[in-house]
């Protein structure tokens, strides 16, 4: 009997060892183990992204900066014609074109052109990259101000931010500009850095309110670190990424804003040498002379768009979330 109901039991299944598992649908940590392929297996779109400074864009526009951040710095370098753009003049040359000996022409005042175009950079640049450092701290300071501590300090801060963006750029930048005869490159980076500041400090404070709330910042409140250590060494670090991204995007932006405004006569003036001062005398010679305005603005072209595309690469590198 007992036989009988040992051969009714219906025999156990045994897993065919040679059969395939599906690599989807099998648990893995219960006895299957995950194929080593699938457990490597990246997501899809995600590709490996090499070091910043190897990609073309990065390249070319850190390439443009470097050199023209080199040219105001040691003009002498690349002038033709020694270390005075005013050496060397021939008043009987007066707005001759191109030639092997003058390769961008002569200017009014029978110099060499190449030498005034290279010493006109240090002014441009000069302007530049002052005002956005001024505006950067500025920002940092009082964005990390208003987003850590809130309430009427952020009040009073934002308020600030909003009668200042009340004021369009260029215009204030003019009103200020008229109140001096003699304008000077520091005249010019006063009256810019007065209202260049209110974009980035919004900017630091929606950055220091995303990180002034994690575990770090809360664990080092609790250890009884004061307010200044904790912004100092917690909430600044990490929150400047986004801000200097956004400034180093606006130094072709304040490079601009100098040439426009020296162009219609209320930035630089003589004996300062820029490329705003250069295109503003070649507008009464465009059809004798037009080297005079052609190669002045190439200089202006192409160093405004370095700088925007080595902010724009940093921007895809550091901040990808700013896109």
């Given at each position: 009997?007992?036989?009988?109901?040992?051969?009714?039991?219906?025999?156990?299944?045994?897993?065919?060892?040679?059969?395939?598992?599906?690599?989807?649908?099998?648990?893995?940590?219960?006895?299957?183990?995950?194929?080593?392929?699938?457990?490597?297996?990246?997501?899809?779109?995600?590709?490996?992204?090499?070091?910043?400074?190897?990609?073309?864009?990065?390249?070319?526009?850190?390439?443009?900066?470097?050199?023209?951040?080199?040219?105001?710095?040691?003009?002498?370098?690349?002038?033709?014609?020694?270390?005075?753009?005013?050496?060397?003049?021939?008043?009987?040359?007066?707005?001759?074109?191109?030639?092997?000996?003058?390769?961008?022409?002569?200017?009014?005042?029978?110099?060499?052109?190449?030498?005034?175009?290279?010493?006109?950079?240090?002014?441009?640049?000069?302007?530049?990259?002052?005002?956005?450092?001024?505006?950067?701290?500025?920002?940092?300071?009082?964005?990390?101000?208003?987003?850590?501590?809130?309430?009427?300090?952020?009040?009073?801060?934002?308020?600030?931010?909003?009668?200042?963006?009340?004021?369009?750029?260029?215009?204030?930048a003019i009103v200020v500009l008229q109140l001096f005869s003699q304008r000077t490159g520091w005249t010019v980076i006063f009256a810019l850095a007065l209202f260049s500041w209110p974009g980035g400090v919004r900017f630091m404070r929606s950055s220091v309110m995303e990180v002034r709330n994690r575990e770090y910042v809360q664990?080092?409140?609790?250890?009884?670190?004061?307010?200044?250590?904790?912004?100092?060494?917690?909430?600044?670090?990490?929150?400047?990424?986004?801000?200097?991204?956004?400034?180093?995007?606006?130094?072709?932006?304040?490079?601009?804003?100098?040439?426009?405004?020296?162009?219609?006569?209320?930035?630089?003036?003589?004996?300062?040498?820029?490329?705003?001062?250069?295109?503003?005398?070649?507008?009464?010679?465009?059809?004798?002379?037009?080297?005079?305005?052609?190669?002045?603005?190439?200089?202006?072209?192409?160093?405004?768009?370095?700088?925007?595309?080595?902010?724009?690469?940093?921007?895809?590198?550091?901040?990808?979330?700013?896109?």
């Amino acid at each position: 009997m007992s036989q009988n109901t040992e051969t009714n039991q219906a025999p156990e299944s045994v897993a065919d060892p040679l059969a395939p598992t599906n690599p989807i649908t099998a648990p893995t940590g219960v006895g299957v183990p995950a194929p080593a392929s699938f457990a490597r297996r990246k997501p899809a779109g995600k590709t490996s992204r090499g070091p910043v400074w190897l990609k073309p864009r990065f390249l070319i526009s850190g390439s443009i900066v470097a050199v023209m951040l080199l040219m105001a710095a040691f003009p002498q370098l690349f002038a033709g014609f020694g270390s005075d753009p005013g050496a060397h003049c021939d008043i009987l040359k007066t707005n001759q074109g191109p030639s092997a000996e003058h390769i961008f022409g002569v200017d009014i005042q029978g110099c060499d052109y190449y030498t005034n175009v290279i010493y006109g950079a240090r002014a441009s640049i000069l302007v530049g990259i002052v005002v956005t450092a001024i505006s950067f701290v500025i920002s940092a300071i009082l964005g990390s101000l208003a987003g850590y501590f809130g309430g009427w300090v952020d009040t009073i801060i934002s308020r600030a931010c909003d009668m200042a963006f009340g004021l369009p750029f260029i215009l204030a930048a003019i009103v200020v500009l008229q109140l001096f005869s003699q304008r000077t490159g520091w005249t010019v980076i006063f009256a810019l850095a007065l209202f260049s500041w209110p974009g980035g400090v919004r900017f630091m404070r929606s950055s220091v309110m995303e990180v002034r709330n994690r575990e770090y910042v809360q664990a080092s409140r609790l250890l009884g670190a004061s307010n200044g250590r904790i912004i100092a060494k917690h909430i600044v670090p990490n929150s400047l990424t986004p801000l200097l991204v956004l400034q180093t995007l606006g130094i072709g932006g304040v490079i601009s804003a100098e040439a426009g405004l020296t162009f219609i006569g209320i930035g630089l003036t003589p004996p300062s040498v820029s490329w705003g001062l250069q295109l503003a005398a070649a507008r009464e010679y465009i059809s004798a002379a037009p080297h005079l305005l052609v190669f002045p603005a190439i200089f202006l072209t192409i160093t405004v768009l370095g700088f925007v595309l080595f902010g724009e690469a940093m921007r895809d590198e550091f901040d990808p979330k700013g896109k």
